[in-house]
């Protein structure tokens, strides 16, 4: 007998597909992607980036220095000028511009806060906030900074000793530095982050990447009090329980080779990855988080969550919603073709949205060595998925345009799977359990813009991945977009 | 990878939970590890299993049969058996074969006779067996056994064996763990079996997996047992484990373990990579005088004697002798001896000489206790060898072997001669399936095999199944992968991979790759993947092609397993890849290939090494190997949509879903690009390494205004603050100790170690003339004026770092707390007559009573007046208002400096001249 490997041929399309048709819309006809020329000689491997006042952008970069971007909205990008605020710091992966007037950066050992006090452009008076966690001179000691919390807070997150084991005090913890420069580790069970910001409400993400008691990438939600997953950063309960005494105990070690949401019924103190990112769906190293408050400036998505991905070199979306309390929801692919390794992500006072990159370390799929581009929003809305509620009994979907009734009510314009991960102390996770819900109904909404799914059955604690290669808009048009994927930790109520 | 397992897979894992102590009932009966694995459950191919066993226990050795699939498996070769093995293993073994070892596939060709008869065989089959060598007993060599057992238990021996503890015994058995006679060889025989296995077990069941260093080093960890005089205990260790570039501070770290061992043993550690072993024992010295050592070590080292650093060798390095020489006086002097290792070997050889000693190790100069104590360890078996051959036996003997079957199985060659079988039994298509060996209780004179319900209902089966198995390819693949239980290891539609009692067995250097950097790839399409040859040559001799997994593809030798490279060419397909024709010549694709691997493209060298030039992050498979082993159009494909042929790997695509992101690449097709680089590569060791990949110094020159570098810097700590001034002159501050910590003439630093990959590791200064000021906090409170320096951190005493501000030209200013008082530190580069110089001003605010300023610390400090100092040397000089102390400490010299505040401010002005 013979076994021949079936397989689409890509090959034979792809150079049409390079080609471009013009009838198919493509993500660049909706967002256009602008790349800054950076002043020679200067390496900005980005590592964090927040707006001064006057549309000024300072960026961080991995080799220790602040370049601010002058003129960085402006239409043309080349009108945008470079100077080097700051240099000598120690890998910085957080930038966050105070009110008064600092610039406070997130280095690996501190977070530190810098100005310029006789005007010559440049930082002379760095001051330390807080230093209240420790390095050992492992090169993945990362630590990185947010932006501001409206309470005036910085949240950092501080990656392991290695893929595997904490050795540094609070290593693995995930807190907050107070306007008064108090370190307050509120959160174990970091990994390797990737970002840390806000969502609409002001709750604070994190991303985490696979590895070790992460099946796959995640965004996570950082509570005070909880635990998010991997377990060796617990040695530190006791240190942590003196600077925030609202920690308590421990919790419970996870059992490996479990499931999450099994372990989070055992264990109170865990917090159920809000949304995964399915590894090499949805990129394989996620990033940077911000959120679009422009309120319409940045097109149909407000208040959802943009998530870049530095091996892929995309940006993600993200759509959240609460379920028993809990932050769960949706993940869309949202803009592909950055130039490098996405890592921190930045929305500009115009809506616009900044994407820093560096692919230095671990290689990304866009080819520079590091970048700094600009998406702005055409004005064009595509047609996307909106947003995606669980129901007790399935989804419902909405949708950024109105729908073709006849395809969007047909059952087999979507596909349907579930799956999870493994949540266990090995690297990784295959997608297991796997399941094939059967689409028993589907709805239209009177407002033409929506779709209730109702499936047989919803599977709790597995990611939902819908394929709607069937439906068509109004005009026509299929989805820019064709898959989304939703992280049911827990199925709502009917 | 997700492996899939058949359905019968659970219940064999809750057979597997059971094993625990009871090691040994497992093997009760003959081990043939797939059929345990695939045909002992209830629905099982009895049929099939039962031909399995036909071929592993020989059974056409003696039953002919012309059925070519049941290619058996020959019994180890004789010839020359009595150099080989153990005379009183051989004695025991022939007496009772599956008693002294559990599992083996030997019958007991003896069963049933009377005693006396059978113990008059035996004999003689001992004394003619011996009569062919005489084997030579080695004591172990502890120095391998540490690696031995590394080896042992990462390279792939657990796919079929048990795992073993640290001292060699067996630690787990499974139910397809087939078993390994240790007592029956000595260690040069060990060591020539595991070299080339083939040689004695010509059938591959046992494949060739080590070299003969590694030989050497598996045969001393299985038989470190061998007590031939094991040494006595004559020091303690302890263990420690961590990530160093040079030896550590012990008495910061808590061993991982602790106990007592002889001569300097390396392998009472638990592994020997990141770790360190400290030795405490007394040395005997029996006459007064000067003595040199040599201390040669790899990694670093150092040795004391009498608390006194004699030798110092330390740092990363490859094995490197250093000597030193000490006086020492009649008696007992405490001796410490430390050793670390990074990474790769692992050395610590420490020579004595002086005083009528020659050059010579010190270890037998050392002991446990200053009482001159040694401890004898709890081993001390010893086996009678000696045996004289009695001719007459094994000319009896002789006949034995030819008449009741050994002949049979085993090839024993004399004079080039092999002996012949005197014994023919029923063809194996006459036999009746109940009778002979598979009866349930075997008459006399026939071959006794213990086999399991499972094994009889099998062999019955096949005796009485069908007379040829099925001929396909497919088949016959399958029947080969039980064969050599490939299954152990690989998966090939959806059977096998490793079992999951073995799965944490499979191990990678590189965790973060996950899965696919520890279990072994599938095989299916293996046909389509790998070229014939390539494919011919490691079926036959085995590789290591992947740098990051431990376990090895090991050689079955080519008359074993030769067959299966057309069998798999025969049933594996891929669609061809599409043919590219290129406009552009053929050193400009290769150009564009080598383009595209490079850093201004998709940097594959970050994660794949290249001609053996490391990669950045995770070691893949080496780029220049790739055109060698696999074929183009799998390359294709592959590169094109990895996921497909690998699921879940952390292998990214250049084209997503084929699109191209280099349009102006080769025609900006997928394609193309592909094929670009494919030739590229097909240039091998020829083709120039990528672009970007060799990473080249970056020099920080400070020219006009200083340079600050914030890193981890050998000799100032992970939060390094590294200052290099445009005179030529450099300090490092220590933020974590709130000191200054070093200063050195000349260049800066070469950032890129920290500026490109992924910035492992501290990194010295560039420059010379590197002055390691003194360790520990600057500042300190003491109550009284000899209470000795704090050897606290600054952390731990609760000063605090407060950042610095910087002038114009970037000269910065430390700031910093210390029992509330504000000091802003200024060390500044000054160009000075000869060299330039460093001038530290301290400018300090508030009050503290008893605060003192630790000026300097040396071997001795020299008071020259008008504020000048020398230490060892170097000179100083200090302007302060409080008077300078210099007291001793420890065997050294301290400068301490009261702090005394005038309306709340002090200064303190310190020049270094070196």
């Known amino acids: 007998m013979r076994t021949c490997i079936i397989s689409t041929i890509i090959l034979a399309t792809s150079s049409v597909v390079a080609a471009q048709s013009a009838k198919t819309p493509s993500e660049e006809d909706y967002y256009k992607l602008?790349?800054?020329?950076?002043?020679?000689?200067?390496?900005?491997?980005?590592?964090?980036?927040?707006?001064?006042?006057?549309?000024?952008?300072?960026?961080?970069?991995?080799?220790?220095?602040?370049?601010?971007?002058?003129?960085?909205?402006?239409?043309?990008?080349?009108?945008?000028?470079?100077?080097?605020?700051?240099?000598?710091?120690?890998?910085?992966?957080?930038?966050?511009?105070?009110?008064?007037?600092?610039?406070?950066?997130?280095?690996?050992?501190?977070?530190?806060?810098?100005?310029?006090?006789?005007?010559?452009?440049?930082?002379?008076?760095?001051?330390?906030?807080?230093?209240?966690?420790?390095?050992?001179?492992?090169?993945?000691?990362?630590?990185?900074?947010?932006?501001?919390?409206?309470?005036?807070?910085?949240?950092?997150?501080?990656?392991?000793?290695?893929?595997?084991?904490?050795?540094?005090?609070?290593?693995?913890?995930?807190?907050?530095?107070?306007?008064?420069?108090?370190?307050?580790?509120?959160?174990?069970?970091?990994?390797?982050?990737?970002?840390?910001?806000?969502?609409?409400?002001?709750?604070?993400?994190?991303?985490?990447?696979?590895?070790?008691?992460?099946?796959?990438?995640?965004?996570?939600?950082?509570?005070?009090?909880?635990?998010?997953?991997?377990?060796?950063?617990?040695?530190?309960?006791?240190?942590?329980?003196?600077?925030?005494?609202?920690?308590?105990?421990?919790?419970?070690?996870?059992?490996?080779?479990?499931?999450?949401?099994?372990?989070?019924?055992?264990?109170?103190?865990?917090?159920?990855?809000?949304?995964?990112?399915?590894?090499?769906?949805?990129?394989?190293?996620?990033?940077?988080?911000?959120?679009?408050?422009?309120?319409?400036?940045?097109?149909?998505?407000?208040?959802?969550?943009?998530?870049?991905?530095?091996?892929?070199?995309?940006?993600?979306?993200?759509?959240?919603?609460?379920?028993?309390?809990?932050?769960?929801?949706?993940?869309?692919?949202?803009?592909?073709?950055?130039?490098?390794?996405?890592?921190?992500?930045?929305?500009?006072?115009?809506?616009?949205?900044?994407?820093?990159?560096?692919?230095?370390?671990?290689?990304?799929?866009?080819?520079?060595?590091?970048?700094?581009?600009?998406?702005?929003?055409?004005?064009?809305?595509?047609?996307?998925?909106?947003?995606?509620?669980?129901?007790?009994?399935?989804?419902?979907?909405?949708?950024?345009?109105?729908?073709?009734?006849?395809?969007?009510?047909?059952?087999?314009?979507?596909?349907?799977?579930?799956?999870?991960?493994?949540?266990?102390?090995?690297?990784?996770?295959?997608?297991?359990?796997?399941?094939?819900?059967?689409?028993?109904?589907?709805?239209?909404?009177?407002?033409?813009?929506?779709?209730?799914?109702?499936?047989?059955?919803?599977?709790?604690?597995?990611?939902?991945?819908?394929?709607?290669?069937?439906?068509?808009?109004?005009?026509?048009?299929?989805?820019?977009?064709?898959?989304?994927?939703?992280?049911?930790?827990?199925?709502?109520?009917? | 990878m997700q492996m899939v397992f058949p359905a019968w897979f659970g219940v064999l894992l809750s057979t597997s939970l059971l094993v625990g102590g009871g090691a040994t009932s497992l093997r009760d009966h003959p081990m043939v590890p797939s059929f345990e694995r695939f045909f002992t459950e209830r629905g099982a191919d009895l049929v099939a299993g039962g031909r399995l066993l036909l071929a592993e226990l020989n059974c056409v050795a003696c039953h002919k049969s012309e059925d070519q699939s049941l290619k058996s498996k020959a019994a180890p070769v004789l010839t020359d058996v009595g150099g080989r093995v153990k005379r009183s293993y051989l004695r025991q073994f022939l007496a009772d074969p599956q008693g002294v070892k559990n599992g083996t596939t030997m019958p007991d060709l003896l069963a049933g006779l009377p005693p006396a008869e059978r113990a008059e065989k035996v004999e003689a089959l001992f004394h003619f067996l011996a009569s062919t060598g005489t084997p030579r007993t080695e004591r172990p060599e502890r120095k391998w056994i540490g690696a031995g057992r590394d080896l042992y238990h990462q390279v792939g021996c657990l796919a079929c064996h048990e795992t073993r503890d640290a001292a060699g015994n067996i630690a787990a058995v499974l139910p397809t763990s087939v078993p390994i006679a240790t007592s029956k060889y000595t260690l040069g025989s060990l060591r020539a079996f595991l070299e080339n296995p083939l040689a004695v077990r010509p059938s591959g069941r046992m494949p060739g997996l080590l070299n003969s260093k590694e030989a050497q080093q598996v045969a001393n960890y299985l038989l470190q047992g061998e007590a031939l005089g094991a040494p006595a205990y004559n020091m303690s260790y302890a263990y420690y484990e961590g990530e160093w570039d040079k030896l550590p501070d012990f008495a910061r770290l808590k061993p991982k373990a602790t106990g007592q061992t002889a001569d300097f043993d390396l392998s009472v550690a638990r592994r020997s990579h990141n770790m360190a072993l400290k030795f405490d024992g007394f040395l005997k010295i029996a006459k007064e005088g000067q003595y040199k050592f040599w201390l040669t070590s790899d990694d670093g080292s150092k040795l004391w004697i009498g608390g006194k650093l004699v030798v110092n060798n330390d740092g990363v390095h490859a094995p490197t002798t250093v000597t030193g020489a000490v006086f020492l006086s009649k008696g007992m002097h405490p001796l410490t001896a430390a050793v670390f290792n990074a990474g790769g070997g692992v050395e610590l050889a420490i020579d004595i000489q002086g005083q009528g000693l020659g050059r010579q190790s010190v270890a037998p100069f050392v002991y446990l206790s200053d009482q001159g104590e040694t401890v004898r360890p709890a081993t001390a078996k010893h086996d009678g060898e000696s045996l004289e051959i009695q001719p007459a036996l094994a000319a009896k003997g002789r006949e034995y072997f030819a008449t009741l079957g050994c002949a049979n199985c085993h090839e024993l060659k004399e004079n080039g001669k092999t002996i012949a079988s005197k014994l023919m039994a029923q063809p194996l298509g006459k036999l009746a399936p109940a009778g002979g060996c598979l009866a349930e209780a075997v008459k006399s004179g026939l071959p006794k095999y213990p086999l399991s319900a499972a094994q009889r209902a099998a062999l019955q089966s096949a005796v009485r199944g069908p007379a040829a198995a099925a001929s396909d390819a497919k088949s016959a693949i399958a029947r080969s992968l039980l064969t050599f239980n490939c299954y152990a290891c690989h998966e090939r539609d959806k059977v096998g991979g490793p079992e999951e009692a073995r799965n944490k067995s499979f191990t990678t250097a590189q965790p973060e790759m996950g899965d696919e950097a520890r279990i072994p790839p599938s095989l299916n399409g293996v046909g389509a993947k790998l070229r014939p040859e390539y494919l011919r040559k490691i079926l036959h001799q085995g590789a290591h092609d992947r740098p990051y997994m431990h376990t090895r593809m090991p050689g079955f030798g080519e008359a074993n397993v030769g067959h299966l490279v057309r069998l798999f060419v025969d049933v594996d397909h891929l669609e061809p890849a599409p043919k590219v024709v290129f406009e552009e010549s053929p050193a400009k694709v290769k150009a564009a290939g080598r383009h595209l691997v490079g850093a201004q493209a998709f940097a594959c060298y970050k994660c794949h090494t290249f001609n053996g030039q490391k990669a950045e992050g995770v070691q893949g498979i080496d780029?220049?190997?790739?055109?060698?082993?696999?074929?183009?159009?799998?390359?294709?494909?592959?590169?094109?949509?990895?996921?497909?042929?690998?699921?879940?790997?952390?292998?990214?695509?250049?084209?997503?879903?084929?699109?191209?992101?280099?349009?102006?690449?080769?025609?900006?097709?997928?394609?193309?690009?592909?094929?670009?680089?494919?030739?590229?590569?097909?240039?091998?060791?020829?083709?120039?390494?990528?672009?970007?990949?060799?990473?080249?110094?970056?020099?920080?020159?400070?020219?006009?205004?200083?340079?600050?570098?914030?890193?981890?810097?050998?000799?100032?700590?992970?939060?390094?603050?590294?200052?290099?001034?445009?005179?030529?002159?450099?300090?490092?501050?220590?933020?974590?100790?709130?000191?200054?910590?070093?200063?050195?003439?000349?260049?800066?630093?070469?950032?890129?170690?920290?500026?490109?990959?992924?910035?492992?590791?501290?990194?010295?200064?560039?420059?010379?003339?590197?002055?390691?000021?003194?360790?520990?906090?600057?500042?300190?409170?003491?109550?009284?004026?000899?209470?000795?320096?704090?050897?606290?951190?600054?952390?731990?005493?609760?000063?605090?770092?407060?950042?610095?501000?910087?002038?114009?030209?970037?000269?910065?200013?430390?700031?910093?707390?210390?029992?509330?008082?504000?000091?802003?530190?200024?060390?500044?580069?000054?160009?000075?007559?000869?060299?330039?110089?460093?001038?530290r001003a301290l400018e300090l605010e508030g009050a503290a009573d008893n605060l003192y300023f630790r000026a300097a610390v040396g071997d001795t400090i020299e008071a020259l007046g008008d504020g000048w100092y020398r230490v060892g040397e170097w000179k100083m000089r200090l302007a302060v208002d409080g008077e300078p102390r210099l007291r001793s400490a420890g065997g050294r010299w301290e400068l301490l400096v009261p702090v005394r505040f005038e309306s709340g401010r002090a200064r303190i002005v310190q020049e270094y001249h070196w």
Request: positive net charge; contains cysteine; glycine residues 12%.
């Open chain 2, 623 to 839: 780029m220049t190997l790739m055109p060698v082993r696999l074929q183009r159009d799998w390359f294709i494909h592959y590169v094109l949509d990895p996921n497909r042929f690998r699921p879940g790997t952390r292998m990214p695509t250049a084209w997503p879903k084929g699109e191209v992101t280099l349009p102006n690449i080769l025609g900006g097709k997928a394609i193309n690009q592909i094929e670009g680089i494919w030739l590229y590569l097909s240039d091998g060791p020829k083709a120039q390494i990528p672009v970007g990949m060799k990473p080249s110094a970056i020099l920080l020159q400070p020219i006009g205004e200083a340079i600050i570098y914030r890193a981890f810097i050998q000799g100032a700590g992970p939060r390094g603050i590294g200052v290099g001034f445009p005179e030529r002159v450099n300090l490092a501050f220590d933020a974590n100790n709130l000191s200054l910590a070093m200063i050195w003439q000349g260049a800066f630093i070469d950032a890129s170690r920290h500026w490109t990959g992924r910035g492992e590791g501290f990194e010295p200064p560039l420059g010379d003339n590197i002055l390691h000021l003194p360790q520990g906090v600057n500042f300190a409170v003491l109550a009284k004026p000899d209470d000795p320096w704090p050897a606290k951190s600054a952390r731990e005493l609760g000063y605090r770092f407060r950042g610095y501000k910087l002038t114009p030209d970037q000269r910065p200013t430390f700031l910093y707390e210390v029992h509330g008082v504000r000091v802003a530190d200024t060390p500044n580069g000054i160009a000075g007559k000869e060299a330039p110089i460093i001038r």
């Open chain 1, 34 to 494: 602008v790349r800054y020329e950076l002043p020679p000689g200067a390496v900005m491997e980005c590592g964090g980036l927040d707006f001064l006042p006057g549309g000024r952008l300072a960026v961080g970069t991995r080799r220790g220095e602040i370049w601010i971007v002058d003129n960085a909205l402006a239409a043309d990008p080349k009108q945008a000028k470079f100077s080097r605020f700051a240099h000598g710091l120690h890998e910085v992966l957080g930038v966050a511009y105070h009110k008064d007037g600092w610039l406070y950066v997130t280095q690996r050992g501190e977070l530190t806060r810098l100005k310029d006090t006789d005007g010559d452009g440049k930082a002379d008076l760095f001051e330390t906030v807080s230093d209240g966690w420790e390095i050992n001179g492992d090169y993945h000691e990362y630590a990185l900074g947010s932006r501001f919390d409206k309470d005036g807070n910085i949240w950092i997150t501080l990656c392991l000793t290695g893929s595997f084991t904490s050795n540094s005090k609070f290593r693995g913890w995930g807190g907050k530095v107070t306007p008064e420069g108090k370190w307050v580790p509120t959160t174990s069970g970091v990994r390797s982050p990737g970002g840390v910001g806000f969502n609409a409400d002001g709750d604070v993400f994190y991303t985490d990447n696979q590895g070790p008691w992460n099946g796959t990438c995640g965004l996570k939600h950082l509570v005070n009090g909880g635990f998010v997953g991997h377990p060796d950063s617990f040695k530190w309960y006791a240190e942590a329980n003196k600077l925030n005494p609202t920690l308590g105990p421990a919790p419970a070690k996870p059992m490996s080779n479990s499931r999450m949401m099994i372990e989070a019924k055992r264990i109170p103190q865990l917090v159920p990855t809000a949304v995964m990112f399915p590894y090499g769906k949805m990129g394989q190293s996620a990033a940077g988080i911000d959120c679009d408050l422009s309120g319409g400036r940045f097109g149909p998505f407000a208040k959802q969550l943009f998530v870049g991905d530095q091996t892929h070199s995309t940006i993600m979306r993200v759509f959240l919603e609460k379920v028993h309390g809990r932050y769960q929801g949706a993940c869309f692919p949202f803009r592909q073709g950055f130039s490098c390794g996405i890592v921190p992500v930045c929305f500009a006072p115009d809506g616009s949205l900044f994407a820093g990159g560096t692919n230095r370390g671990w290689g990304s799929r866009g080819t520079k060595p590091y970048s700094l581009e600009r998406l702005v929003w055409t004005g064009k809305v595509p047609f996307e998925v909106h947003e995606m509620r669980a129901k007790h009994d399935g989804f419902e979907v909405t949708f950024t345009r109105e729908l073709d009734l006849a395809t969007a009510a047909d059952p087999k314009s979507y596909k349907l799977q579930t799956y999870t991960y493994i949540y266990r102390a090995d690297y990784g996770s295959p997608e297991v359990d796997a399941t094939t819900p059967t689409i028993a109904g589907v709805e239209v909404g009177a407002d033409r813009k929506s779709v209730r799914l109702r499936i047989q059955r919803v599977q709790e604690g597995h990611i939902h991945e819908l394929h709607l290669p069937g439906v068509r808009s109004v005009d026509g048009q299929g989805l820019l977009h064709k898959e989304a994927y939703y992280t049911m930790n827990y199925v709502p109520a009917p």
